[in-house]
């Protein structure tokens, strides 16, 4: 009898620490994530704070870029009580009001998504930056199941203005804001600023609150040096010209000679950084710095400061086969208007644009000297503008070149590179030879401290007195050449007109040219140096007809507004 209780005690004792011993393995083990949430939501949270993005004003400190308070529209399933569908068409109009039949395959896209399993039962992105008009108008709705979560968002007070100089913001591939393009790209660690944690406390823990965080940094500031009057002045100029002669498209650049600052930058077609989205993704691209282009005949005063500097030719050099065309193997030299002009010196090879005259300043110069050059002009490699997107072309080694590459190089043709590496060699020819890094930000601010972009010369690629000399020609060409009828009168302005033919699949297209003039002024202390280009321009092939009028057009205005 004893031994039967005994039995049965032990067997009691057995099952009610199994009991015991199953529940702790419940809890430890099977429930240790849900308890551990539990407990750390009872003591300690993190929660984010977002930073301010930085703001972008111009030199006069007028707003470019501003934040503003954007929503994202979400939808949360179990809340929804009517068919989704039904409820993106009631929404439509609103959320996207310019798209029309781009709307409706977004719209497609979104049902289809929400309906696919994975989507059904969770939080379920609609769309992001609406503001808060388009939020109101939703909430009229009274649709159950859509919610609102604020967001920091962008807000651009003069429209499209500079909208491939500044980028745009958008979302990286885990849904953080990122800069991308221009300003907004190149300088995103700055813009951006840090995100704060901050850890709220409960229990006995709630003493820990104040040691338990992590400021916010707000993004910086940046002022730049775009001039606001001047970059109005080439935009709208820009808008005119490309009307007025039936362009394709085109681009100005207007840099501050000696501090190689952009006071202007414009380029067309471009798009509105505010809806980017509604664009395509090819005007995102600034051409000036991202896109490659034959510069033409605005590349000869280039080749021919290089000669004088090495000390080949002179201003009174005599050309001895200009009296006709130049026979390179199978190919044939001509100048552009089949004109010829027969023992010309150098200065009247420019002022005549000559591409005879000039294939006799290469075939002295040669490949080797051309080619080191290249590289003190910086045409070898990235200027280094602060601007997200900038490529440099390669140029060909050496022993690649042929005898018609010199020749045709010498005057624009058969060689690629940037608008910008471009406009910051010619630059040189207004400051002694210097080339000097183009900028476009002035100012870095926070709310303690500001910094200052310095100056960098990169190199010296010409002396004082080449430079004098090839502005004095380029002063004669402006005055004598093609183009004087549209040039305002009483100024001194140093310039070349350009037409270079448009490479397409091997060979030029005969019908399409970019058209250019690039100059700077006054010729003594200049305020300006300025590259104007229009893509395929159709009134005329010739630069000397679209493009200069169109710089005159605007250097007068400029002559105005400086005084």
């Known amino acids: 009898m004893v031994n039967r209780r005994l039995t049965v005690l032990f067997l009691a004792y057995i099952v009610w620490s199994l009991a015991i011993l199953s529940r702790l393995f419940y809890w430890q083990i099977i429930a240790k994530e849900k308890f551990s949430g539990i407990a750390n939501a009872q003591t300690t949270g993190v929660k984010q704070i977002l930073p301010a993005r930085g703001q972008i004003f111009t030199a006069d400190n007028f707003p470019l870029v501003l934040n503003q308070e954007q929503y994202l529209l979400y939808a949360w399933s179990p809340q929804i009580e009517e068919d989704f569908g039904n409820i993106l068409e009631k929404i439509k109009p609103i959320i996207f009001p310019e798209e029309k039949e781009e709307a409706d395959r977004i719209i497609k896209s979104l049902e289809e998504s929400y309906f696919k399993e994975q989507s059904k039962e969770k939080w379920f992105l609609i ?109 709208e100029e820009l808008k005119k010209g490309i009307e007025k002669y039936g362009a394709k498209g085109g681009w100005v ?62 201003p009174q050099t005599r050309c001895d086969i200009c009296s006709g065309p130049l026979k390179i193997g199978e190919y044939e030299i001509k100048t552009w208007n089949e004109v010829y002009h027969p023992n010309s010196n150098m200065t009247e090879v420019i002022k005549n644009s000559d591409n005879v005259g000039m294939a006799f300043v290469a075939r002295k110069l040669g490949v080797k000297k051309m080619l080191e050059y290249f590289e003190k002009f910086n045409l070898t490699d990235k200027t280094g503008i602060d601007l997200q997107g900038e490529i440099a072309p390669p140029i060909r080694e050496e022993q690649n070149w042929y005898p018609i590459d010199l020749a045709t190089a010498s005057f624009g043709q058969g060689i690629a590179i940037t608008p910008i590496q471009f406009i910051t060699a010619f630059n040189s020819l207004a400051t002694e030879g210097k080339i000097i890094k183009p900028r476009v930000v002035k100012e870095i601010r926070d709310e303690k401290q500001s910094w200052t972009t310095a100056k960098e010369i990169k190199s010296i690629a010409l002396s004082k007195n080449v430079c004098e000399s090839i502005t004095q020609i380029l002063q004669e060409a ?14 001194e302005i140093a310039g070349k007109t350009g037409t270079a033919q448009i490479p397409i699949a091997g060979h030029y297209a005969e019908e399409k040219t970019i058209a250019s003039f690039v100059g700077f002024a006054p010729t003594k202390n200049p305020k300006f140096t300025m590259l104007v280009s229009l893509k395929e321009p159709t009134s005329s092939p010739w630069g000397s007809e679209t493009a200069a009028p169109l710089w005159f057009a605007i250097a007068k205005r400029l002559f105005a507004y400086w005084g």
Do not use: C, H
């Open 478 to 491: 402006v005055d004598e050449g093609e183009a004087k009828w549209a040039k305002p009168k009483g100024y």
């Open 127 to 235: 769309k992001k930056q609406l503001n808060e008009e388009q939020k109101e108008k939703i909430e009229a709705l009274n649709i159950k199941g859509l919610s609102f979560e604020k967001e920091p968002g962008r807000f651009y007070p003069e429209a499209s203005t500079a909208a491939q100089l500044i980028g745009f913001v958008g979302y990286d591939e885990m849904g953080n804001q990122k800069g991308y393009f221009g300003i907004e790209g190149f300088y995103q660690q700055q813009l951006s600023g840090l995100m704060g944690l901050e850890k709220t406390s409960g229990g006995i823990l709630k003493w820990l609150e104040d040691q338990n965080q992590k400021q916010v940094q707000n993004g910086r500031d940046l002022a730049l040096f775009i001039n606001r009057s001047v970059q109005f002045i080439v935009e």
């Open 253 to 314: 650049v207007v840099l501050n000679p000696e501090e190689g600052s952009v006071l202007a930058l414009a380029a067309s077609p471009n798009y509105d950084p505010e809806k980017y989205s509604q664009f395509s993704p090819y005007l995102y691209t600034n051409p000036v710095i991202a896109e490659s282009f034959e510069p033409g005949s605005i590349f000869k005063p280039i080749i021919m400061a290089t000669a004088f500097q090495e000390g080949i030719v002179n």
